[in-house]
């Protein structure tokens, strides 16, 4: 057995784009335990509540995250809604559900390329990403924006998109998941991305349960969990089962990303197809009051939004429980006992989000 | 190895090589926007009558209106293109235009002097708030 070095890694590290702190204790080459620590970009958005509006809160809430930014809008609508007893309009619910899922192609594919950069294979990272290029132009053109979608509002979705626009991006998504199915492929089969990823950081389903998993980390685990089964947004009507894989390892939840992107291009099939017509949002009268749990799925797993209202325009609370935060635990328990050289592989493969952990 | 997986990337490879460029060749190509871009506010200082709501919701604070300097003054760093602002005018006069903002390297603000006579709007550019 060799010395004990602390060796720190990040909050600066070609792998990540956000800055996390972990001090790895070293033993020779293998990691004997990493100590995390957040902080680097705590902006305090849960506090702006005490002096916005509720309505406008929806927008401070698209932007505590860059990726799964529509999500976070949504979660913070849909709890003040259920506090309110705002029925919103079917319409609305299948539009959140198809923002949704892009947002879900979107995040995935951004993962998938960082994911074949970490493996050094640089020409399918650029792949991916030009890929996700037109699934962003589709979101600019039925939303307005690239990433932060400003589409969702208390009460319904702020645009609506017509019939033609519908059929027009229906068309233009299959040329893209074709596309997809070419470099799914590649991350499925090809020997380099297996060779990185497989049989490392490991988590059985057990450990996985145990330490509160969410999302892919979860699901690449074996456990079937998906916030979605909830039956949120329009979630209820359409048809689809929670993609999982046995492994456990970084390449099971590669595996579990790349086939999620197939299911999502699925589920906006399917919510295109039953769209109903009719107005996208109601007129909301009144101010909250009560508190409520809302839960979704995010791409990075199940995010959990706490709102308590007191009746006056002023949220009293507002606490955001992301999915990367409960998948730190997760990655900590991974990182014990890898060697030193795939700390970032296993650090990527729980698709951190340290913006979204810290708001 | 099997030949298989080879032969995936290889099929990727090709279409990029043979099938052009698959960027938007900017600025050699002009970029085209969508007709729901949302872009910088503009605002139509004939129509304006300082009622000031649109700075009074808008969540980034970054519209100032001066309703005895008949002035509306609007901060381009702070303003987040939500369109908030565009969808409250009850005078409709702010409009989101349909393509991005150029980079800037300071602080940008714009001052438009609300007179509904003339049209005239004047821009300062470079001044920090204080």
Redesign the interface.
Same mark, same amino acid.
């Given at each position: 057995m060799g010395k004990r070095t602390v060796i720190p890694f990040g909050p600066q590290h070609p792998v990540l784009p956000e800055p996390i702190h972990l001090d790895l204790a070293i033993e020779d080459e293998r990691v004997v335990e990493a100590i995390p620590s957040l902080g680097f970009v705590h902006r305090g958005l849960e506090l702006l509540v005490e002096k916005m509006d509720f309505q406008e809160m929806v927008f401070v809430a698209e932007r505590i995250c860059g990726i799964c930014s529509f999500m976070h809008g949504l979660g913070c609508s849909l709890g003040i809604e259920e506090i309110m007893g705002i029925e919103v309009p079917e319409r609305a619910r299948y539009l959140r559900t198809i923002w949704s899922e892009l947002s879900r192609i979107h995040s995935h594919l951004l993962w998938l390329g960082l994911a074949a950069d970490a493996a050094g294979f640089e020409s399918l990272f650029t792949h991916s990403w030009r890929v996700r290029e037109k699934i962003l132009d589709i979101a600019e053109e039925t939303t307005g924006g690239r990433v932060i979608f400003g589409a969702c509002k208390v009460g319904g979705t702020r645009r609506d998109i017509d019939g033609e626009t519908l059929v027009r991006v229906l068309g233009r998504m299959k040329d893209i998941e074709a596309d997809y199915r070419s470099i799914a492929a590649v991350f499925r089969d090809d020997y380099s991305m297996r060779h990185r990823f497989s049989g490392v950081g490991v988590m059985s389903r057990e450990e996985a349960r145990e330490l509160g998993a969410v999302g892919p980390t979860a699901r690449g685990s074996g456990i079937a969990r998906d916030t979605r089964e909830l039956g949120y947004a329009a979630y209820g009507g359409l048809d689809f089962e929670p993609v999982i894989e046995d492994a456990g390892d970084c390449y099971a939840r590669c595996m579990v990303r790349v086939r999620e992107v197939h299911q999502s291009f699925d589920l906006i099939r399917q919510a295109a197809a039953k769209i109903p017509g009719g107005p996208v949002e109601v007129k909301v009268k009144g101010f909250p009051e009560g508190e409520y749990f809302s839960r979704l799925e995010q791409p990075r797993g199940e995010v959990i939004y706490y709102i308590r209202g007191n009746g006056t325009k002023f949220l009293d609370r507002f606490r955001v429980r992301t999915p990367t935060f409960a998948n730190i635990g997760p990655m900590v328990k991974m990182l014990a006992g890898c060697e030193l050289a795939d700390v970032p592989v296993i650090v990527l493969s729980i698709d951190p989000c340290i913006s979204c952990a810290e708001r | 190895?099997p030949l298989?997986?080879i032969v995936?990337?290889t099929?990727? /490879?090709m279409?990029?090589l043979l099938g052009g460029s698959?960027c938007k060749m900017y600025p050699a190509r002009k970029p085209t926007f969508? @007709? @729901?871009?949302?872009g910088p506010v503009e605002i139509d200082p004939s129509k304006c009558v300082l009622c000031g709501l649109c700075a009074k919701?808008c969540?980034a604070g970054a519209i100032a209106v001066d309703r005895e300097g008949k002035t509306w003054e609007i901060d381009r760093l702070k303003c987040? /293109?939500?369109?908030?602002c565009a969808?409250i005018c009850p005078k409709k006069c702010l409009v989101l235009r349909n393509d991005y903002t150029p980079p800037v390297t300071g602080e940008t603000k714009d001052v438009f002097r609300i007179e509904p006579v003339s049209k005239e709007g004047h821009q300062d550019q470079g001044k920090s708030k204080g």
């Open positions: - | 190895m298989l997986p995936k990337m099929k990727t /490879v279409k990029s698959a969508f @007709g @729901g871009t949302r919701k969540p987040i /293109v939500c369109s908030l969808d």
